[in-house]
């Protein structure tokens, strides 16, 4: 029932800088769309596989499968081992103290639900509120609405700046004595602003007030360390973070993980079931409810181990710079507006172009095989605040490259000469 003793063994070391080499272990990326070669510009909504976690999905089905913490034969025994395996790659990912404040969950959105659910809702009394900012995904604004309209509590949104940056007095000043909660996203799925999560943390430590950190575009971007940092929880996906989809993650500081009921009811999250009533597993169990996406979780390991081997330094030094080329290359095309100017982007890059609407620019750039997001990257609220209903985003991973970049201007600017 619990993961060995022994710690995850670490990953090789840091292997040569190249990011061709990278990109290359991407199948996907050798493919063509509409006959032209994909050029994927989308990994803020998922990331692409690389050959090794879709080997260790298949390589794990076809010699390691079973279900797991159930059976005593040798095969559930692996499968069990495996999956506990996992658990500690994700716990010395995030730098987390124990194995135990780690659950796994389908993606962030049920990481947050979950503390909504489980950590909040009991302590939710009529008036008290639950701060967020303007920035956030929908997944970090609609769990605290639902548990926050049961019980008479509200949903409070700080205000960010024209820069698309958290104006942090603000932020502040919305801390009452009726704030139960701050959850913040490390970097905005939109914007691409990465947030001062530290000075968050020291924050809403201060004020006594329990801090979730939704991670979902950061922990693939840059490193990561929860103990240092000290949030109460945080959140990711692994869809994003070069994994399986249907496989999340939610970090939870052991002691409160402790104190909270469990919020899905069935096997493996029991200790003990009579007619007469239930006791419930210790944690991280206890959040696990039924047979859980297995091989997902132990191809994640896969794919944060790839990370590792990267070195996530390094990824976000060649990141951050793709990112500013682009931020430079895009600017210069007319009518072109790229929302916010944060003093450090992440991840993504959102635009609009003058008479082109959002939809129309990611349907002319796929028929070109560049794959961008075009809509409301489920960020209504961000949306709103620039005066907008829609946006399109470029964003990148491991693999992107120049040429990429240069596809995309060359695009956007066949466009921009069509619409103006
Ligand atoms: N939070 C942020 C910042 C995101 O970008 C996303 C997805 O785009 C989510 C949460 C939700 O992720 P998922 O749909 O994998 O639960």
């Excluded at 609609?142 to 700080?158: D, L, S, Y």
């Excluded at 997902?296 to 996530?312: H, K, N, Q, R, T």
């Excluded at 907008?388 to 956007?412: C, F, H, K, P, Q």
């Amino acid at each position: 029932m619990s993961p060995p003793a022994a710690p995850a063994p670490a990953p090789a070391p840091a292997a040569a800088f190249d990011p061709e080499t990278w990109r290359a272990q991407f199948p996907i990326l050798r493919t063509e769309m509409h006959g032209r070669p994909l050029v994927y510009l989308d990994s803020a909504a998922s990331t692409q596989k690389p050959r090794r976690v879709i080997d260790r999905l298949k390589s794990f089905y076809e010699r390691d499968y079973a279900n797991i913490h159930r059976g005593v034969y040798e095969l559930s025994q692996r499968a069990s081992a495996l999956h506990d395996e996992a658990r500690r790659k994700v716990q010395r990912f995030l730098g987390a103290r124990d194995w135990r404040e780690i659950v796994f969950v389908r993606n962030a959105t049920e990481g947050i639900n979950l503390v909504a659910w489980s950590f909040l809702r009991p302590k939710l009394e009529p008036g008290d509120e639950i701060l967020v900012t303007e920035m956030e995904h929908h997944a970090n604004i609609v769990p605290w609405q639902i548990v926050a309209g049961e019980r008479g509590a509200r949903v409070v949104a700080a205000p960010i700046t024209d820069a698309g940056e958290i104006d942090l007095d603000a932020l502040a000043e919305r801390i009452t004595g009726r704030t139960r909660m701050l959850a913040v996203a490390w970097v905005s799925n939109v914007l691409g602003t990465v947030n001062p999560v530290e000075e968050i943390v020291a924050l809403a430590r201060r004020e006594g007030v329990p801090v979730l950190i939704d991670a979902a575009q950061a922990v693939q971007h840059r490193p990561v360390d929860v103990a240092a940092l000290g949030c109460d929880f945080l959140v990711f996906s692994g869809h994003k973070t070069y994994g399986p989809s249907g496989v999340g993650v939610l970090y939870g500081r052991g002691e409160l993980l402790d104190a909270m009921p469990p919020w899905q009811g069935g096997g493996d999250m029991i200790e003990k079931v009579s007619f007469a009533g239930t006791s419930f597993n210790e944690i991280p169990f206890r959040f696990e409810a039924g047979t859980p996406d297995i091989a997902g979780i132990v191809a994640l390991g896969e794919a944060l181990d790839f990370l590792e081997e990267l070195d996530l330094a390094r990824v976000e030094r060649h990141e951050a710079a793709l990112l500013a080329g682009a931020e430079r290359a895009l600017a210069r095309i007319p009518g072109l507006r790229i929302l916010g100017a944060p003093k450090e982007r992440r991840s993504a890059l959102a635009f609009t172009l003058e008479g082109a609407h959002p939809q129309d620019i990611g349907m002319l750039l796929d028929l070109e095989g560049i794959a961008i997001r075009t809509g409301h990257h489920c960020a209504m609220p961000l949306h709103a605040r620039f005066g907008l209903s829609a946006s399109a985003r470029m964003s990148v991973g491991v693999y992107t490259n120049e040429a990429d970049i240069d596809a995309l201007t060359a695009g956007l600017r066949r466009i921009a000469a069509m619409f103006q």
